[in-house]
């Protein structure tokens, strides 16, 4: 579905992606785990196009995106979930998520889509006409990986979803995360929670200073003796 081949990413002169390489398959959750500025945030946002890499390859299914401006990465069906939520605060639920799907042309489908994400999502449906700024931290987060999902996505990129919240909240974004991938989405998850993370991915990718250390299975990673001593603390 996504491959990064010998990406380089500068912000001024200092190279904070170094040849990253990394592969994620259709259907799979692939997790990112690192440290606070080990390059997780930058990895997704140059795959979304909002930074451009100095050198290297980003592939959608075969095809080359480097040339693609972000709005037609989105219809070609990568969306970003972005770390902080950003919803729209003054609009309410609805509102929020028809931001979501202001590309797509098959509005007549909308119905059944904002069916399928209040099941999955009840608090939104509860608080549909609430403004988004008054919600909560956990469902101003649900809020916007709805908001992503709407956009009906390929690819979805999430970035730091469980940062702030509580271990409840932690709990229930993990649900859903599977929940996606039993239904065949591709996510490709940017995660500081170890734990979390490698408990819901297939496979994980462990950064450090904008380099790749580590690659496995999500399982196994877990099992790594640096992996335990420097993300899970024990």
Do not use: W
């Amino acid at each position: 579905m996504l491959e990064l081949a010998g990406i380089d990413v500068h912000y001024a002169k200092n190279r904070v992606l170094k040849s990253m390489s990394l592969v994620v398959g259709k259907g799979e959750v692939v997790a990112l785990v690192g440290a606070n500025a080990a390059g997780k945030t930058t990895t997704l946002r140059t795959i979304m196009g909002l930074k451009a890499p100095s050198s290297g390859t980003i592939r959608l299914e075969g095809s080359d995106l480097g040339r693609v401006p972000t709005s037609e990465r989105v219809h070609r069906g990568i969306v970003l979930v972005p770390e902080g939520r950003q919803v729209f605060p003054r609009f309410n639920v609805t509102e929020n998520l028809l931001m979501g799907a202001y590309h797509r042309r098959d509005r007549n489908a909308l119905d059944g889509d904002f069916r399928t994400l209040f099941e999955m999502f009840p608090r939104l449906a509860e608080r549909r006409r609430q403004a988004a700024g008054s919600m909560s931290g956990g469902e101003q987060q649900m809020l916007a990986i709805a908001r992503g999902l709407i956009a009906r996505p390929k690819c979805l990129l999430l970035d730091e979803p469980t940062l702030g919240l509580a271990p409840i909240i932690v709990q229930e974004i993990g649900t859903v995360i599977r929940r996606l991938a039993a239904d065949g989405l591709t996510v490709l998850l940017a995660e500081q929670n170890a734990a979390m993370a490698l408990g819901v991915a297939d496979r994980a990718y462990v950064l450090e200073t904008g380099r790749v250390s580590l690659e496995g299975r999500g399982a196994d990673l877990v099992d790594n003796e640096a992996v335990r001593r420097n993300y899970l603390g024990t």
